[in-house]
């Protein structure tokens, strides 16, 4: 733990050009802690550059150049389930702010021992998926929670766009289920600027996504709760979200309704049909003053982003597959240049969903 603790701290010390006879009394200060406790408490500043770091690690992300305007909210001293639900609404409401969207983190007690806190949502806002005979309704990724939800106790009301309750556990206290209040959360009715019949699809989406299954890593700590958010690419959820097969598969409805051949692949109604989902997601979102962001967009503030950490002399990290855009990778600078996958720390991780040990 100390070596990546010293790691870290080193890091941060120089970085916030703090003074040398300060950083060695602070690893003098760890060490001891560790020595005597086993592990170590990073400061509040610690913590907040530590996740700002942790996001412009993020090879997956193209929204990195926003790295040092990430709001860090520190609720490491809540202890019981109904304390971090209210924190979790608390996060809800400052990353929605009224629409224009803040980056947003809250970070809970590290994991040590048998001591942790684990949000069992994907995000904290998502769209329940019902399996029905005639069916899913909803949305399909969301069927195995949506079950250990209802296990739970939970009942939803079957319809296609249902909020799921997030679910808490703190150590191995069985877990507990709270409904976010509607009032609460910002959705965007989906229509399109030129066909009128795509508000009578009756799609829409949630304004913020907040994802909360991910630890975070700081020098050598570990926060298995973490729910961290950007804003939305558009592609997110035109491209994917909506349009994936094996998600909402919302490309057939609307190529039918715009009147292209279907019967066969060149005629490309599967692209026709993803451009304009994508200019009805974007339209919506931009009219209704909720923040978002195309992938043309994105990507050149990617490119800043490169510029600015080639000035500071930091390489990019990043993965390739993520950091394309489902829809015309190649108008981007991004397809046509490689990426080392490196993964440096600080950084957000993949950990085991809790319900799949259920």
């Not at 974007?282 to 510029?307: P, R, Y």
């Amino acid at each position: 733990m100390f070596k990546d603790a010293e790691e870290f701290i080193r890091l941060y010390y120089y970085e916030t050009k703090k003074d040398d006879e300060a950083l060695e009394k602070r690893l003098i200060e760890i060490n001891e802690q560790i020595e005597k406790y086993g592990q170590y408490e990073l400061t509040y500043d610690e913590l907040d550059y530590g996740a700002k770091l942790a996001w412009r690690n993020s090879n997956r992300c193209i929204g990195r150049l926003f790295w040092k305007n990430l709001k860090v909210i520190d609720k490491r001293e809540l202890q019981t389930e109904t304390q971090i639900f209210e924190a979790l609404l608390e996060h809800v409401n400052t990353a929605t702010n009224k629409g224009r969207i803040r980056p947003t983190i809250t970070i809970f007690l590290p994991t040590v021992g048998n001591q942790s806190i684990r949000i069992w949502n994907h995000q904290l806002i998502r769209y329940a998926g019902y399996q029905t005979e005639h069916g899913v309704i909803g949305d399909p990724d969301s069927i195995v929670f949506t079950e250990v939800c209802q296990k739970l106790g939970w009942r939803g009301k079957g319809g296609p766009f249902d909020i799921l309750p997030l679910v808490i556990q703190v150590n191995d206290h069985p877990p507990k289920w709270f409904e976010i209040p509607e009032e609460m959360i910002l959705e965007v009715p989906l229509r399109h600027p030129n066909y009128e019949w795509f508000a009578d699809l009756n799609l829409k989406w949630y304004a913020v996504p907040i994802i909360s299954s991910m630890k975070l890593e700081i020098g050598g700590i570990t926060y298995s709760a973490a729910p961290f958010n950007g804003w939305y690419m558009g592609t997110e959820i035109a491209a994917r979200n909506l349009a994936d097969e094996n998600r909402y598969n919302m490309l057939p409805k609307i190529a039918d309704l715009m009147g292209l051949d279907r019967k066969t692949n060149a005629s490309l109604w599967k692209d026709r049909a993803l451009v304009e989902l994508n200019t009805a997601v974007l339209h919506s979102f931009k009219e209704d003053g909720v923040s978002i962001v195309d992938h043309h967009t994105a990507a050149h503030q990617f490119k800043q982003f490169e510029e600015k950490e080639r000035e500071m002399g930091r390489e990019v990290t990043g993965n390739w597959v993520w950091l394309i855009p489902p829809v015309s990778p190649a108008t981007t600078h991004i397809f046509h240049k490689p990426y080392n996958n490196k993964v440096n720390k600080p950084n957000y991780f993949y950990q085991q969903l809790p319900y799949e040990r259920t």
